[in-house]
């Protein structure tokens, strides 16, 4: 299996290789075949030769197939109303209630007014994925497993990607923890989970459940987007994508990148190629497989398909969009990351396994990717913000599509849709409303100015919608998993770690070190970081070139860095960078978490771990203006930026958290006390 690590989003994604047989395993497979043939063969002629005994035995296969169904079918719950639990990301109580005063979000005000709503407590880190498993679980980072984006590896300081995880060329669940749905499956409550959060591969659940966040890319990655310029590319290296020249003529023939394939030990992408023909000064026609189409500059194509071939029969399936970003003077042509077709993908994203293919039948085809708005596109200059908002509302009209098909058929149990919109419009937009941010621009279009705004009643337009299907005995819980605030400041915490003396570069007169923790002296290292605010001991017995002994020596170390790092102050702005450093123990317990990082930064607002960090880079500096257009974010002391619940029915609980949701959902179901304490929460039912 190879790892590649590719900045997308806020963090890395997995690549995987497709691992091709050679003729001694079509020699196997033939050999199988000719057996199972043979051996099909005589029981054919034993059913032909004792027709009254085969009767027999078809008709007794027959009743007990009937049997089965029926006694299914008598497994009826009691249960018999509706919990309906809207997850917008990102919602944030100040510009919330900000809202609800002037009278821009009237449902939202109407629940407000007559059922429940506080703030929410998030989890520490917060983290989308490790806040949203918190939801699903009711546990600790410690018990679910889900502490990071990046997780590393201590015996080869290697870097993954928390999100998803292979074993034997299929993926394996990453959360370690119970979901509440489980629970409900398992007392045939029905459930219908929509594009929840690590929740790749999906689980079996007593109904249908799409696959969100952590669905991989065609290329196993968390969505890596191709782009054809016949601009000079220059010497900066493009995170998000992949960038190639092309030279201009009227035909051009360029690629489409599929998945890596092992072949006789050489491992490589499968590529399709297409030809570009210009169609005047302002279009071109693209033709591939079979297919051919018009395309104007500054617009999309409607979904593609494309089918790599993978050798020894196998094939997979993608689909995808084109969008013209220039014909004249200069060529651009951006190419999304090819989405896993739903009508057959190469790993199963939904549950059942036809799921996917039916959403896809009843509705057209949709984005299957768990990140799938490209905002490294647009960091990078590749796309510009309209095209950009182009595809964040294609997203939110399937979404939308997708939760209406469920309410039209959704008669009782559970049923949750996830909507990432507020967060990514957030973390894009925040400079045209921040006016201290580094990249404010006072003139910006007014459109922009007022976009999160405008993405906040959209969420409230579908709240809207959801409250004219609720009975009056059925539950509405609408949450956001954290707050939001601005990024303007980016730390450079493992240069801290260097410039303080915890953290050895092999140069001793470098002033940086690179990235995936390369450059760094283990031998001569005590502690170091990655994510967006781990800090990991470099412990004797437990890191392959740990050097601090575990126990005293281990706590004073932490001691020692969590009170220098408060003193981390920004001579630029004259504030402190840091609010809090948490030990491992104060937010982490459970069975993993001995896997959790040793010392976990709660920055302050407006500042963040930068990028570099991310990845295990060492740059040179201590702290930067944040330059890139990903201008708001949620990686500050979880204090600071709780996150928002509203209900139809009143709460018992004063200050909610982000851990209560689970059994407050279970016990509305009929989980009696004594059930719920064997889940073993962290949360209690509001």
């Given at each position: ?52 005994v085969s009767f027999a035995i078809f008709a007794l296969i027959l009743i007990m197939l009937i049997t089965g169904v029926a006694m299914t079918n008598l497994k009826k719950t009691n249960f018999d109303k509706k919990v309906i639990i809207l997850g917008f990301d990102g919602l944030s109580p100040v510009i919330a209630e900000r809202m609800m ?586």
């Open positions: 299996m190879e790892q590649t690590i590719i900045l997308k989003y806020v963090d890395p994604g997995t690549g995987f290789v497709v691992f091709n047989a050679g003729a001694w395993l079509i020699a196997l497979l033939l050999g199988f075949f000719g057996f199972f043939s043979l051996l099909f063969k005589k029981i054919f002629n034993f059913f032909k030769k004792f027709k009254k005063q002037e009278g821009k979000l009237p449902n939202f005000s109407r629940l407000k007014e007559s059922g429940a709503y506080q703030h929410l407590s998030t989890t520490n880190p917060a983290q989308s994925p490790v806040a949203w498993s918190g939801f699903s679980t009711g546990q600790n980072p410690g018990k679910n497993g889900v502490f990071d984006f990046i997780i590393r590896n201590p015996k080869n300081y290697a870097l993954s990607l928390s999100l998803s995880e292979m074993e034997n060329g299929k993926p394996k669940r990453v959360i370690k923890s119970r979901a509440f749905w489980q629970y409900a499956s398992a007392k045939k409550v029905p459930v219908v989970i929509l594009s929840c959060p690590v929740t790749f591969p999906a689980d079996k659940v007593y109904g249908r459940q799409l696959s969100g966040m952590g669905v991989p890319d065609i290329l196993g990655t968390e969505g890596t987007f191709t782009y054809y310029t016949s601009e000079s590319i220059g010497r900066g290296q493009d995170i998000g994508g992949k960038v190639f020249h092309v030279n201009k003529s009227k035909l051009m023939v360029m690629q489409l990148i599929g998945p890596k394939v092992s072949n006789r030990g050489k491992i490589d992408n499968t590529k399709i190629p297409f030809k570009v023909s210009a169609q005047g000064k302002n279009s071109i026609e693209i033709g591939y497989q079979n297919h051919k189409i018009n395309l104007k500059a500054g617009e999309y194509s409607d979904w593609m398909e494309v089918t790599f071939n993978l050798g020894l029969f196998r094939k997979a399936k993608g689909i995808f969009k084109f969008y013209l970003v220039s014909a004249e003077p200069e060529f651009k042509l951006y190419i999304s990351p090819i989405n896993l077709d739903p009508r057959e993908p190469f790993f199963h994203i939904s549950y059942p396994e036809n799921y996917s293919k039916e959403l896809a039948d009843n509705l057209g085809l949709y984005y299957t990717q768990g990140m799938p708005m490209d905002t490294w596109a647009v960091n990078e200059g590749r796309l510009t913000e309209k095209p950009f908002l182009e595809q964040v509302n294609a997203l939110f009209n399937e979404k939308n599509k997708q939760l209406n098909f469920e309410l039209g058929r959704f008669k009782k149990g559970i049923l949750y849709c996830y909507f990432e919109m507020p967060d990514t419009i957030q973390h894009m937009f925040w400079r045209y409303v921040d006016t201290a941010h580094p990249l404010y621009e006072k003139d910006a279009p007014k459109e922009y100015k007022d976009m999160i705004e405008t993405w906040y009643k959209k969420m409230d337009g579908v709240l809207g919608r959801v409250l004219q299907k609720m009975g009056k005995e059925d539950t509405l819980i609408a949450l956001s998993d954290h707050g939001f605030a601005a990024f303007r400041r980016a730390a450079h915490v493992n240069s801290w770690l260097k410039e303080n003396g915890y953290l050895k570069l092999k140069n001793p007169y470098a002033d940086s070190g690179a990235e995936l923790l390369e450059d760094i002296d283990w031998p001569k290292t005590q502690a170091y970081a990655i994510g967006f605010g781990a800090i990991y001991i470099n412990q004797y017995g437990r890191e392959r070139d740990g050097i601090v002994k575990p126990g005293a020596a281990t706590e004073a170390l932490k001691d020692e860095i969590s009170r220098k790092l408060k003193n981390w102050f920004d001579e630029k702005y004259k504030q402190p960078v840091i609010s809090k450093v948490y030990k491992r123990e104060e937010i982490f317990w459970g069975r993993e978490a001995d896997k959790a990082p040793d010392l976990y930064i709660g920055f302050n607002l407006g500042y963040r771990a930068s990028w570099q960090t991310a990845l295990g880079a060492a740059p040179e500096g201590l702290i930067e203006d944040n330059l890139k257009k990903w201008s708001g974010d949620h990686l500050f002391d979880p204090q600071l930026i709780p996150g928002v619940i509203f209900s139809n029915k009143k709460f018992s609980k004063e200050k909610p958290s982000i851990y209560d949701i689970a059994p407050t959902v279970l016990k509305i179901i009929g989980f009696t006390k004594n059930d719920l304490e064997k889940c073993d929460f962290d949360g209690q039912p509001l």
